[in-house]
DNA sequence: AGTGATATTATGTCTGCACATAATCCGAGC
DNA sequence: GCTCGGATTATGTGCAGACATAATATCACT
């Protein structure tokens, strides 16, 4: 019996599938199971471990372990840096800076981003292309008083991936949702206004302060998949 | 030193965010790690693979260790049926049955369900409510032939629960995007035909066979969020 | 019956050791 | 200089045993 720890998930996977062990059943302990598989503990609690990560599963101490009941699926989705994401799709990236200059937010901006009304922000509007054509309208609200100085010129390095390069790795929050095209992003992205976008909004903090605030606006026909 | 693995991976982090181990550099090896924490090579061994699965570090055997040189940031998203969606906000669900019917799908939902052109398929188009108002259009195609017979009276059990709770665990892929509504869309909404609408597309299989395909079509001021 | 201390139990984590595996390094041979 | 193949090495995984932790179960006592 060739029973490796990913053998051990394959096989209680299958069980719960066939519905030998159904939505909310207790199954065996760790150590009945290790019996049976004739391994060690460690490697059956490997097995069930990935599997309640992965929602599949829900252990308790002394409780023992059970099916979930609802699973609530968890889809895990790569947020990659725009370029490596145009370049994936086997085209060719660029970008245009449109306009960076020091303004102070407007305060719902101000206030997702936690900071006091009247703080003086930078903001950076680019386009990005994939093959010569508009691929995601970019705007983005950078806190200078917690950046590496000076700034780069943003025409040249694009602040996407400046700030992966540059700001140490943070903790942050990822919104999607669709809006109809405004003006300004009708405008560049060549589209009527009102068209339906894929909006990404972003933003990211250090342990403390807020480091930037991201809108993307995509070009209509994009989407976000993932496997499960 | 109370040095658990949480420790461990905690303090490996912090010297990645204070760029003592800079993007791309190559940390020491798990046993120098053990040695210098006092610690099993197990314990440091669980803490950087748990920063690997993370996005954070990049590990090869033999190469060694390295900090991952542009952080492709993993969201996990949860995807919870629609009744506990709704219920989260703190809202009533509801859901009115509009249709349900068999028949054969176009040809663009049969190939992306991988089956011949001509299968007969369920077809089921349900209309979500939160608090009484729309809140989501549902439209599945169920592939009879995998499911579990007697289908249950979709206008008393949502199609969407009773999948989850009468189908085994199985894979799958998720897509979202953003359309204009259509002229049903728009109709069953109660929104104006071209409004963006956030859509999402699940497609679930069994081991071979395709159970469902289903088009989620979500009232505007939708939003799907996570934290990373 | 109710309540609180205690025993029990399943999972969580750690150790120390071993071998497997993959990738790199490096030198022999051409 | 080049290639091929074996030595080296860091990570991946496994095992047996131990203690920690959290939650339940039980029982004595009020």
């Given at each position: 019996?060739?029973?490796?720890?990913?053998?051990?998930?394959?096989?209680?996977?299958?069980?719960?599938?066939?519905?030998?062990?159904?939505?909310?059943?207790?199954?065996?302990?760790?150590?009945?199971?290790?019996?049976?598989?004739?391994?060690?503990?460690?490697?059956?609690?490997?097995?069930?471990?990935?599997?309640?990560?992965?929602?599949?599963?829900?252990?308790?101490?002394?409780?023992?372990?059970?099916?979930?009941?609802?699973?609530?699926?968890?889809?895990?989705?790569?947020?990659?840096?725009?370029?490596?994401?145009?370049?994936?799709?086997?085209?060719?990236?660029?970008?245009?800076?449109?306009?960076?200059?020091?303004?102070?937010?407007?305060?719902?901006?101000?206030?997702?981003?936690?900071?006091?009304?009247?703080?003086?922000?930078?903001?950076?509007?680019?386009?990005?292309?994939?093959?010569?054509?508009?691929?995601?309208?970019?705007?983005?609200?950078?806190?200078?008083?917690?950046?590496?100085?000076?700034?780069?010129?943003?025409?040249?390095?694009?602040?996407?991936?400046?700030?992966?390069?540059?700001?140490?790795?943070?903790?942050?929050?990822?919104?999607?949702?669709?809006?109809?095209?405004?003006?300004?992003?009708?405008?560049?992205?060549?589209?009527?206004?009102?068209?339906?976008?894929?909006?990404?909004?972003?933003?990211?903090?250090?342990?403390?302060?807020?480091?930037?605030?991201?809108?993307?606006?995509h070009a209509p026909g994009y989407r976000v998949q993932t496997m499960v």
């Amino acid at each position: 019996m060739i029973a490796g720890w990913e053998d051990i998930r394959a096989e209680v996977l299958r069980r719960i599938r066939v519905r030998d062990w159904p939505p909310g059943a207790l199954i065996p302990t760790e150590e009945a199971l290790a019996g049976e598989f004739g391994c060690a503990r460690a490697t059956v609690n490997r097995a069930l471990r990935d599997l309640a990560e992965a929602g599949v599963l829900e252990r308790r101490r002394k409780a023992g372990t059970r099916v979930a009941m609802l699973p609530v699926r968890k889809a895990t989705l790569d947020i990659p840096v725009i370029r490596q994401e145009v370049e994936a799709r086997g085209q060719a990236h660029a970008f245009r800076l449109l306009s960076a200059r020091e303004e102070v937010p407007p305060v719902p901006v101000a206030s997702r981003m936690g900071l006091a009304p009247g703080a003086r922000l930078w903001w950076v509007e680019t386009l990005h292309l994939a093959d010569g054509r508009p691929f995601v309208h970019e705007t983005r609200w950078l806190n200078p008083a917690v950046l590496p100085q000076p700034l780069p010129d943003f025409g040249k390095v694009s602040a996407n991936e400046w700030l992966v390069a540059h700001v140490s790795y943070t903790t942050g929050d990822i919104a999607f949702s669709a809006e109809g095209a405004d003006g300004r992003e009708a405008d560049v992205l060549g589209v009527a206004p009102g068209t339906a976008l894929f909006i990404t909004e972003r933003s990211t903090w250090t342990a403390e302060a807020p480091i930037t605030f991201v809108r993307l606006a995509h070009a209509p026909g994009y989407r976000v998949q993932t496997m499960v």
